[in-house]
């Protein structure tokens, strides 16, 4: 059975760091692309990054390719690095998987597997 399973959320201050990551069963990144979503209350989730299957590449969102970095072990885990997190990072994380069928690797849609996500509380 396909599952996805985050971890490293937490509660921190303005400006830390932290470190999420999204661990695969049953799928590795030679077929699949794997990505973060957030989701922030009373908001619709939105694309963070995407490591792209079988070495495609890597992409992040241009609202936080500044300070957050996605990376993966090129096997069945992926990375989201993030510094000097806001307030308005405060969301849940998910992590998402997709077997590559020409749809968009930035869209919600495309993925059909999805991890339980972690929150991230950010204050300020």
């Known amino acids: 059975q396909v599952q996805l399973l985050e971890s490293g959320g937490g509660s921190v201050q303005a400006g830390a760091s932290l470190r999420l990551s999204c661990a695969a069963s049953e799928i590795t990144l030679s077929r699949y692309s794997m990505a973060w979503f957030r989701q922030a209350p009373g908001k619709e989730r939105e694309f963070v990054g995407v490591v792209i299957w079988s070495g495609g590449g890597v992409r992040v969102a241009d609202s936080v390719k500044d300070r957050f970095t996605v990376s993966s072990d090129n096997k069945n885990t992926i990375y989201l690095q993030m510094s000097g997190l806001k307030s308005e990072d405060t969301a849940v994380y998910y992590c998402?998987?997709?077997?590559?069928?020409?749809?968009?690797?930035?869209?919600?849609?495309?993925?059909?597997?999805w991890g339980p996500g972690t929150q991230v509380t950010v204050s300020s």
């Open positions: 998402a998987a997709a077997l590559p069928r020409g749809n968009s690797v930035f869209t919600e849609k495309s993925y059909g597997v």
